[in-house]
Nanobody, 122 residues
């Protein structure tokens, strides 16, 4: 079973930046699309990015487009989420997850990390 561990969360002021990491163990990430999701208190979990196994395709919702950038370094078995121009509404627990399907568009996630908390506040 693929294992994923998120890191990099913390407290940041509005307008600031954070970089989250998603590190895999037991298996490599070469054949997995990786999605980042977030869940704020009282809200439904939402996807904030998806990156294909090769890194050639990235997908973002309008809420984060232009501010968040996902990338991957398969040699390090790690996927990153660079978050810039952070807003209070970005406050949430952020999760990474792996999609092993051949489509690789984060429509079905097979493995999940436990999450890292991001708090955007002054």
């Amino acid at each position: 079973q693929l294992q994923l561990v998120e890191s990099g969360g913390g407290l940041v002021q509005p307008g600031g930046s954070l970089r989250l990491s998603c590190a895999a163990s037991r298996f490599t990430l070469d054949y997995y699309a990786i999605g980042w999701f977030r869940q704020a208190p009282g809200k439904e979990r939402e996807g904030v990015s998806c990156i294909s196994n090769s890194g050639g395709v990235t997908i973002y919702p309008d809420s984060v487009k232009g501010r968040f950038t996902v990338s991957r370094d398969n040699a390090k078995n790690t996927v990153y989420l660079q978050m810039n121009s952070l807003k209070p509404e970005d406050t949430a627990v952020y999760y990474c997850a792996a999609d092993r399907g051949v489509v690789g568009r984060c429509n079905r996630m097979d493995y999940w990390g436990k999450g890292t908390l991001v708090t955007v506040s002054s």
